[in-house]
Every structure is written in structure tokens, then in C-alpha cells.
């Protein structure tokens, strides 16, 4: 007989197990359960049969698995929570009988140190998996590290966040990792590559930040403990690949002043050699020319040259890092083949080195208006050396001059001012206009001023745009994502229209706006004032009509009723004889080109009608190409061509697609209708966006 097994030891009852019998089986309170858990990666499950893991209990419940919890036992962070709860009591009693000396001091000599380096190391075996896992620790760590001081955020989280985050961007601008960036309601994106891994993370602009009740920030203040240590971990690895000394040296005072990364010192590895990471120039040489620092960088040159091989510097050693580095990111050259008959490949024409120095010739200036920050950190990750902004937005800067003439480039936010009258004047005189300070809105000839603009759509291009397009005041192009590619089908704002378009909608749509602009100018024309002729003069041109022997039907405006206007009996009764005589061929054709003059006189006394009264008319006569018909009806007969062309198009592809469907099996063909309809959809909602930019475009032109 087969041994019956107990109840509740197989499935999912044995699988799973709840929050509460978690924290009774760790013996820890429940904050201390969601830290250990945070730290060790551990996160609730879903089971398959709720009621069955939950021995049909009907109340809402949180499952772990139970290896996870098993697993946690043999955790050595809990018994740092246990002495940190004993402490606690210890706090409590001398709190109690009023010793509060006795509490501060076992509060600063007795708390136990919490290290989780080994908990790193367990989550991470490798250096590749902590990098993939650095988009939520960066997003978290340089929001952090723009929040302000308060009870729930300590200054010493801020400040290890912020220098943690300026460590890893001198890293990026030292190897040229940075490779695009957008600017976003959120904030600003950035993506990285490292060792082949694409990094994403998200930096909050730097506004007035307001710390609310409604955020627990102990949960959060937990991630942040564990995402420090990580890229402590991180920075230090990567430090060491590029041969320089981890941690870099910081300078508090420089810090105060607002240097930011100017307040790094990178020292390479083993040498000695000192290297600021921010090259600033002191007072006293902020007036050296052009010439003189051009020897200078040549005797450098001279020396470096004669100085032994043996004796390497750590720019050569920062070289290497940088050529290793960049050496998996470089595209290879095809070499041509020996048969001249074989295809060839195309050879690759830009290479992530050209990229990597794209502002490496330039000296940028940054205005007072503008976000300091992220263009330092952009335009030194692109190749550029030399950034200046005013001595207001901190220390730091290459120069502090707004009229240095070394400035290439200044970015500025303001609206475009004209350029200031150059009088002619001597050299003392240039000197000092050279060391005034300019006026605001004052301009400064041969210098380029872009907006902020400029620098992201650079990137993201991966080449230097024309300047004249961001220029101060001008209407800025769209930024768009450089993360989102257009799909076939899909409306991209990067292409022209014409090679968007189907056939024929370019036509279609000019014709639509063409008979749209003619129905207004009649509605213009019908909506004068009433009474420009009056009534006499029209009853004569009634009088006048009827001597001619025709019958008028005149519109009585805004009843719609149909009158005939006739003459007399007499006049009837010799009009019917008339009729019944036959006069031959000729006299049909005579009788025949009288009732169009007839035709073409009623339909001018309508017209004169309508503007004596103030309305706009309409008569069977304009629908058709005529001598009453007007300009705006001929062309909606063309439209009616045109949209009748593309309909029998359109009708003879859906019987096509009808003929293929009738092949099908029904769930192909419910599929290939769900195919068709999100489509369809996608392509109306670009012909809208299509037309939208016609319009703009129209309207700027």
C-alpha cells in the first residue's frame, strides 16, 4: 500500500510562504525584512494557485519563495541587525531613566558598521553584470544628488551622491563613452557605451526641489545605500582600466566655490604625475596671445620627443587607456579584392573616434542664462578642452572673460539683439574695450552664438550642423529622440514630404485647399451688405428680361420659394403659336442659341439678385462646366476625377487582398485582419501628421 502524503508538504504550500511567516522565521522586524530583502535582491512571487498556497485563506497575502527565505538564515547582515536592535533597547533604557549622555555616547562609540561589499560581489560575478545593471543606479543616484537637505535626506547622502556622479563622468569624458543625450520633460537622458554595453539613465533638471510627505524615502534612502556601494565598486574597476588612481583627489575649497568637476584632481597610476581634470588658467595668464602659447606647446612638443622611451608620462599612459578602449568601437577597413570583376564593399567613412572629438577644436563659452552642468559635461565628453562661463556660475571655468578672443563658439539663451556699431579706435584703446566687461546683449564679431539646442542635435547627428539654423531668437528645428527610429509606414519628421507621400496626395490636398479658398471668397462675396442696388433698378432688369420672352425663376431669398415672372396673355398666346410653327433646321438652331443667351441672362439676374440681397446663390447651372458655372465648381469636378482615380485604385487592391483572404484559414485570416486594421490606422494617423506639416509649411513659406 502506498504511504499517503500529509497535507500541506508537497506543492505549492511547500513552495511558498508569507511575509509574515518570513519575518517570524528571520526573527526581524518588518522594515529590517524589506532592507535585507532590497539588499539581497530578493522581490515577492505570484503563484500559480493563490488558494492553494495560501491554505484557502481568502485574504490578500505576499508570497516569497521559500529557498529564498532559507536562503536569508545563512545571511551575515542579520546579525548586524540584531546588535542594531539591541543597541535600540540599550538607547531606549538610558533615554528612559534620563541619561541622555549615556545614550549619545553608546549611539556614537557602539553603533555596529554595516558593509555590503560582500553582497556585491555575490549579486555581481561578473564586471559585465554590474554594468548592465547601472541604468536604475545612476537614475537613482543623480536624483538624489539634486535634492535639497532635509530630515528624511541627510547632507551626507547628497554630497557622496553628487561626488560619486561627477567620478563616473570624468570617466566618461576621458574615454569618450558618451554617445547620445536628449533632452526630455523628465530631464535629461544619456547613454553610454562601456565595454560594449549600452548604459541609459535619467538626470533631473537642477529646479527648486520640493520634498513631500507623501514619498517614503526610507525604502528608497535603502536603494540608494546599495547603489553607492556599487558604483564605488564600478568607478574604482573602471579607473584602474584606464590607468589612473581611484579615488581621485577632491578639493573641498574648489568644491564650495562650485567648481563640480573641476574640483577632481585624476592622478595616474604608479607615476606621481599630478593631472588637473579641469584645466584652469590662474589670473596672471588669462592675457598671454595666441603666439606665446603656441611656442609654449611647441617646446613642450621638442621635449616630449627628446625625453627616453623608458620614461612614459601619464598623458602616453591615458593615451593607451584610450586607444584600448577605443579599439573594440573603431570600424574596420575592407581591404579592395584582387579580382578587379568582384563586387567591392562600401568602406566605412565615419568611425566613433571622429565622433568621440567632435568640439575639439572649439572654445566654448557658456552665458549666465544657460545650464552650466550638462554642457560642461557634453562638450568635454566630445573632444573639447577649453570651457568658459561667467565667474558668477562658479569656479572651474578655462576663462571668465566674456571678450577673450580665443572664444569660438558662445551659447547663449537669450533673443537675438543687432550687432553694436564698431568705431574705429587705436590699440590702447582696443586693450582696454579687451578688458571691460560687455554689456548685456553685447556681441562680440567673428564669434558663432548657438542656442543650447545646438550641442544635443550635434550629438545625436554625430556631426557639426549648420549654426545659422540655432542662431539667438531663430525658431528651433524639432529635437527629436535619437532612441526612436521610424517604422515603414510610419510619418518621419526627418524626411521631406515628397519622399512620404503616396500617389497623388500632394495633388489632392492643393486642390482641396484650392476649392476650400474659393468657397470662402463666395461666401465673402455673398455676405455684403444688402441694398448696394436697389429694388427699382432690379425690377427693371426684370422688365427688360420678360420682353425678351423668357421666364424667370427667381429665388425669394431666405423662404426658398420659386416664382414665375410672366407677361401678359397676349404675349403667352403668340409665344405657343410661335412654337407650333416649324421653321426648319435654322430656325431650331437660331431658337437654340436665343435660349442659351436666355439661359445666361437668368442665371446673371440671379447672381445680381443674390448680392442685392445679401445671399449666396446656388443653381443646378454651377455643377457644370458652363457658361454660369463658376471656377470653384470646375475644379471640384477635377477633384472629383482625380479622388474617382485613386478610389478604383484603392477599390481594385481591397479585392486583390479579398481574393488572397478567401485562400486562407480563418486564423490566418483573423490575424491578417488585425494586421490590417493596426495598418490602416498607422497610416491614417501619418497622413494626418503629413498634412499638419504641409499646412506649417505653407504657412511659412
Not at 593 to 601: L, Q, T
Not at 646 to 674: A, P, Y
Amino acid at each position: 500500500m502506498a504511504k499517503i502524503k500529509k497535507r500541506g508538504t508537497t506543492g505549492a504550500v511547500k513552495n511558498y510562504i508569507t511575509r509574515t511567516q518570513a519575518v517570524r522565521k528571520l526573527q526581524l522586524s518588518l522594515p529590517d525584512f524589506r532592507r535585507l530583502c532590497i539588499f539581497k535582491g530578493i522581490y515577492p512571487r505570484e503563484p500559480r494557485h493563490k488558494r492553494r498556497a495560501a491554505k484557502n485563506s481568502t485574504p490578500n497575502t505576499t508570497f516569497y519563495y521559500t529557498r529564498d527565505i532559507q536562503y536569508l538564515l545563512h545571511e551575515p547582515l542579520l546579525a548586524k541587525f540584531r546588535e542594531h536592535k539591541a543597541l535600540a533597547k540599550k538607547i531606549g533604557r538610558a533615554l528612559g531613566r534620563n541619561e541622555v549622555s549615556d545614550a549619545a555616547r553608546m549611539e556614537k562609540n557602539l553603533t555596529p558598521k554595516m558593509s555590503l561589499d560582500h553582497v556585491i560581489k555575490e549579486r555581481y560575478p561578473t564586471f559585465v553584470d554590474a554594468l548592465r545593471d547601472l541604468d536604475d543606479c545612476l537614475s537613482m543616484l543623480f536624483l538624489f544628488a539634486n535634492l535639497p537637505q532635509s530630515d528624511t535626506v541627510p547632507p551626507k547622502t547628497i554630497q557622496l551622491c553628487q561626488r560619486l556622479c561627477l567620478e563616473f563622468e570624468h570617466y566618461l569624458i576621458r574615454t569618450n563613452s558618451l554617445k547620445k543625450s536628449f533632452l526630455s520633460i523628465k530631464g535629461i537622458y544619456y547613454q553610454a557605451t562601456i565595454q560594449g554595453q549600452d548604459i541609459l539613465w535619467l538626470v533631473p533638471y537642477k529646479f527648486v526641489q520640493r520634498v513631500t510627505g507623501d514619498v517614503d524615502f526610507r525604502i528608497m534612502g535603502t536603494f540608494v545605500e546599495f547603489y553607492t556601494t556599487l558604483l564605488g565598486f564600478v568607478n574604482y574597476r573602471l579607473y584602474n582600466s584606464i590607468g589612473l588612481v581611484y579615488p581621485p583627489k577632491f578639493s573641498q575649497k574648489s568644491d564650495e566655490q562650485g567648481a563640480e568637476l573641476g574640483a577632481f584632481t585624476l592622478e595616474g597610476r604608479g607615476l606621481g604625475n599630478e593631472q588637473m581634470a579641469i584645466d584652469s588658467e590662474p589670473a596672471e595668464e588669462k592675457q598671454i596671445s595666441a603666439t606665446a602659447q603656441a611656442e609654449a606647446d611647441k617646446i613642450l612638443a621638442e621635449s616630449a620627443t627628446e625625453a627616453p622611451a623608458e620614461e612614459t608620462t601619464t598623458a602616453e599612459a591615458q593615451e593607451d587607456g584610450e586607444a584600448e578602449a577605443n579599439a573594440d568601437t573603431e570600424l574596420d577597413a575592407f581591404p579592395a579584392p584582387i579580382d578587379p570583376t568582384s563586387d567591392t564593399l562600401i568602406q566605412p567613412s565615419i568611425s566613433a573616434s571622429t565622433a568621440a572629438h567632435l568640439f575639439d577644436s572649439f572654445t566654448f563659452f557658456l552665458s549666465r542664462e544657460t545650464p552650466r552642468h550638462p554642457l560642461e559635461f557634453l562638450v568635454r565628453a566630445f573632444g573639447c578642452k577649453r570651457v568658459g562661463w561667467d565667474a558668477v556660475l562658479g569656479d572651474g571655468a578655462y576663462t571668465s572673460d566674456e571678450a577673450d578672443r580665443r572664444i569660438t563658439h558662445q551659447i547663449v539663451d537669450r533673443p537675438n539683439l543687432p550687432l553694436p556699431e564698431i568705431p574705429t579706435e587705436t590699440e590702447e584703446e582696443g586693450e582696454q574695450r579687451q578688458n571691460r566687461r560687455l554689456r548685456p546683449g553685447e556681441r562680440v564679431p567673428g564669434r558663432i552664438y548657438v542656442q543650447p539646442q545646438w550641442v544635443w542635435d550635434c550629438i545625436n547627428a554625430g556631426r557639426l550642423l549648420r549654426t545659422d539654423l540655432y542662431a539667438p531668437g531663430a525658431t528651433l528645428p524639432p529635437h527629436l529622440s535619437p532612441w526612436v527610429k521610424p517604422k515603414k509606414g510610419e510619418y518621419d519628421p526627418t524626411k521631406s514630404l515628397e519622399e512620404q507621400e503616396e500617389e497623388g496626395e500632394a495633388e489632392l490636398a492643393a486642390e482641396q485647399e484650392d476649392e476650400e479658398s474659393d468657397e470662402a471668397d463666395e461666401g465673402s462675396e455673398g455676405e455684403e451688405v444688402a441694398g448696394v442696388r436697389g429694388d427699382e433698378e432690379a425690377r427693371k432688369r426684370e422688365k427688360e428680361l420678360i420682353k425678351k420672352g423668357g421666364k424667370e425663376v427667381v429665388d425669394e431669398g431666405a423662404e426658398g420659394m420659386d416664382v414665375e415672372l410672366a407677361g401678359s396673355d397676349d404675349e403667352s398666346e403668340e409665344e405657343d403659336e410661335e412654337d407650333e410653327e416649324f421653321g426648319g433646321f435654322e430656325e431650331e438652331e437660331e431658337s437654340d442659341e436665343e435660349d442659351d443667351d436666355a439661359k445666361a441672362a437668368q442665371q446673371h439676374q440671379r447672381e445680381l439678385e443674390a448680392e442685392a440681397r445679401g445671399a449666396s446663390i446656388s443653381s443646378p447651372a454651377n455643377k457644370l462646366d458652363g457658361p454660369g458655372s463658376t471656377p470653384g465648381k470646375a475644379l471640384k469636378g477635377k477633384q472629383s476625377e482625380l479622388q474617382k482615380k485613386l478610389n478604383k485604385k484603392k477599390r481594385e487592391e481591397e479585392e486583390e487582398i479579398e481574393r488572397q483572404k478567401m485562400m486562407m484559414s480563418r486564423r490566418k485570416r483573423k490575424v491578417f485582419e488585425k494586421m490590417q486594421y493596426s495598418n490602416n490606422k498607422r497610416d491614417a494617423e501619418a497622413e494626418k501628421l503629413r498634412g499638419k506639416r504641409r499646412k506649417l509649411e505653407k504657412g511659412q513659406q
